[in-house]
């Protein structure tokens, strides 16, 4: 059954793929929070950083979309 939950995603430029990066247990956070463990998790996921040299934290940001998510 799917799940819908306040999530931070990052949002590909194109529209058409994202990436979950919070949790449903993180979805009371406020804004500012649950930006600060979407960008966390990104770093722990190898998403930005030396893995990625051409991905900065700034476009991370940049791309990251807070709303209801659906896990299928």
Do not use: K, N, W
């Amino acid at each position: 059954m799917p799940s819908t939950f306040r999530a931070c995603y990052f949002l590909a430029a194109d529209a058409q793929s994202d990436v979950l990066l919070t949790t449903e247990e993180q979805a009371q956070l406020s804004d500012a929070d649950l930006t600060e463990a979407a960008v966390a998790e990104a770093h722990r996921a190898d998403l930005i950083g030396d893995a990625h040299p051409g991905t900065t934290e700034a476009d991370l940001r940049a791309g990251l979309v807070i709303g209801d998510y659906t896990l299928a």
